[in-house]
């Protein structure tokens, strides 16, 4: 069965510093990758995704993630953080079953801003 | 982005009653998604659609019930609510070939 690990559960960056949001996933196939974020009460906003081609995906907001099959990795990257980043991360994983693409989320990275 | 909309945005309800969330997407897509999800913890995905008419269980045994009888429109039933059902519950809808979920807000249940 497919998973994902986020190892960090919580992380605390200052504000204008660089961050990076680790994600490593178990399936044997190329998934389909996905990166959210979740706001205090609110629904998951997609970030960025990758399906295929450029392992270098950029996203909204000014962040980017990289594909690395030889690690099975899909690292959230973001060279300077601004306060209202701050939120809930979300890895994700689409995994084929029947006729349903599903998502595989991990636990989270929950994201602290210092100023 | 699909424009997906929850009701009610928030719950408080007494043990055994019965409550339908509300869940409506205007982008036409195929397959729609309920997700539960305790606080800080990862989405657990316990319905999905593809489709008018077709209903699946997911990962997440649940004793909610769904229905899809419009594209558009995916409810979800509780028939006797328990303080064990308190939980946020995420809906979520994606088009056809290789699909990105868009969610929406959400509703957060409290049983007491």
């Known amino acids: 069965a497919q998973s994902v690990t986020q190892p960090d559960i919580h992380i605390t960056v200052s504000e204008g510093a660089s961050l990076e949001l680790r994600c490593n996933y178990s399936?044997?196939?190329?998934?389909?990758l996905f990166w959210y974020v979740q706001s205090p009460g609110q629904g998951l906003q997609l970030l960025l995704k990758y399906f295929s081609g450029d392992t270098l995906v950029q996203g909204i907001k000014g962040f980017e993630a990289e594909f690395k099959r030889s690690q099975s990795s899909f690292n959230l990257r973001k060279p300077s953080v601004h306060w209202s980043d701050a939120a809930e991360y979300f890895c994700?994983?689409?995994?084929?079953?029947?006729?349903?693409?599903?998502?595989?989320f991990g636990s989270g990275t929950q994201l602290t801003v210092l100023p | 982005e699909a424009d997906i909309y929850q009701t009610p945005r928030y719950l408080v309800i007494g043990t055994g009653k019965k409550i339908t969330l509300e869940c409506s997407q205007t982008?036409?897509?195929?397959?729609m998604y309920w997700y539960q999800q305790d606080p800080g913890m990862e989405l657990h995905l316990i319905h999905y659609?593809?489709?008018?008419?077709?209903?699946e269980k997911g990962d997440l045994s649940s004793e909610s019930t769904v229905s899809r009888i419009r594209t558009e429109h995916f409810p979800l039933t509780l028939e006797s609510a328990r303080p064990s059902h308190t939980s946020q519950y995420l809906c979520a809808s994606s088009s056809r070939g290789p699909d990105t979920q868009y969610f929406g807000p959400g509703t957060r249940l409290t049983v007491l």
């Open positions: 982008m036409g897509h195929d397959k």
């Open positions: 994700a994983v689409g995994i084929s079953s029947g006729s349903a693409r599903q998502l595989t």
């Open positions: 659609s593809y489709g008018v008419n077709s209903t």
């Open positions: 399936y044997g196939a190329t998934p389909y």
